[in-house]
């Protein structure tokens, strides 16, 4: 059994290498970078790709049955368990996640009322694109860890997952690729 994973920065191969290496030994991931997309939203702003990664997107879930595999959001299990609260913090580092993220918490809450709000962690995009890894989670956690009023903090890029280690909050920090790729993992068998 082998996932295929679609990328905008290799940043992510190693994440997924080791939440597989850790929780799905034995589970082949093969992976896709598509950097072009990254690179046109540092270039023209995140604004520029937003629609082609929405509609990429959707068409991949679209086409799942007709291309006889299943095809999953990596953030789509996240927001799942996030849309189960009353109260959500959406974190975000660049500004063109935010409408992707929200659209989905929508889609997955339903009729049901959620409390949405939106917070740019300043600065992170900033130390992420200098390849200050370190200082962007630090960012990230701290912004994490100021939220004092919600159910649930939602880390709005794959990117941000390593920042869950970091904060000290007791609110439920979420991030999208252990739970996606467990959810992955589990359709494919």
Request: hydrophobic fraction near 55%; glycine fraction near 6%.
């Amino acid at each position: 059994m082998t996932l295929a994973l679609l990328h905008t920065s290799p940043v992510h191969v190693p994440v997924f290498d080791a939440l597989r290496d850790a929780c799905h030994p034995g589970l082949a991931l093969r992976h896709l970078v598509h950097e072009d997309l990254l690179a046109r939203a540092r270039e023209s702003g995140p604004e520029a790709v937003a629609g082609e990664i929405r509609a990429l997107l959707a068409v991949a879930e679209a086409e799942s049955t007709t291309l006889g595999v299943p095809v999953l959001r990596v953030d789509r299990p996240m927001a799942a368990a996030a849309a189960a609260q009353d109260r959500v913090v959406v974190l975000a580092a660049i500004a063109g996640t935010l409408a992707p993220t929200l659209a989905l918490l929508a889609e997955e809450a339903g009729d049901r009322l959620v409390d949405v709000r939106t917070v740019m962690v300043d600065g992170a995009w900033a130390r992420f694109e200098a390849g200050d890894r370190d200082g962007y989670l630090d960012r990230v956690a701290a912004a994490a860890d100021a939220v004092t009023d919600a159910d649930a903090i939602v880390l709005a890029q794959a990117s941000m997952a390593d920042a869950v280690t970091r904060t000290v909050t007791r609110i439920p920090v979420l991030s999208s690729p252990g739970p996606g790729l467990a959810a992955a993992a589990a359709a494919a068998r």
